[in-house]
């Protein structure tokens, strides 16, 4: 069974920075791909961020583009998660949402519109506030 935990949210000021890990385990297959989503309140989910283990692209949405930024360490199974200059609409619970297979193209297809709904196994969130 894959488990995903997610540390490091916090609350931090307008222009300040945090870092967020999500270790994961159990899984199985040789491809997967790891995304990093936030939902605010009253908002649905939206993908931020997604890696996989097949290439090297990392995708970032518009909004976190310059800001955010995706690194791992496979030794670890675990995603880290570095946003910079954060501004008060980042403020949300951070997932990480997980899905594997035995097709490597699958996962970069799953990863390309980090779309929740292309993921299989979720964390149970970190809470991340900007104040301004």
């Known amino acids: 069974q894959v488990q995903l935990v997610e540390s490091g949210g916090g609350l931090v000021q307008t222009g300040g920075s945090l870092r967020l890990s999500c270790e994961v385990s159990g899984f199985t297959l040789d491809y997967h791909a790891i995304g990093w989503f936030r939902q605010a309140p009253g908002r649905e989910r939206e993908g931020v961020s997604c890696v996989t283990n097949s290439d090297d692209n990392i995708v970032y949405a518009d909004s976190v583009k310059g800001r955010f930024a995706v690194t791992r360490d496979s030794a670890k199974n675990t995603v880290y998660l570095q946003m910079n200059n954060l501004k008060p609409e980042d403020t949300a619970i951070y997932y990480c949402?997980?899905?594997?297979?035995?097709?490597?193209?699958?996962?970069?297809?799953?990863?390309?519109?980090?779309?929740?709904?292309?993921?299989?196994?979720w964390g149970q969130g970190t809470q991340v506030t900007v104040s301004s």
């Open positions: 949402g997980f899905v594997m297979s035995r097709i490597a193209a699958e996962t970069q297809y799953r990863c390309r519109g980090i779309n929740p709904t292309h993921f299989i196994s």
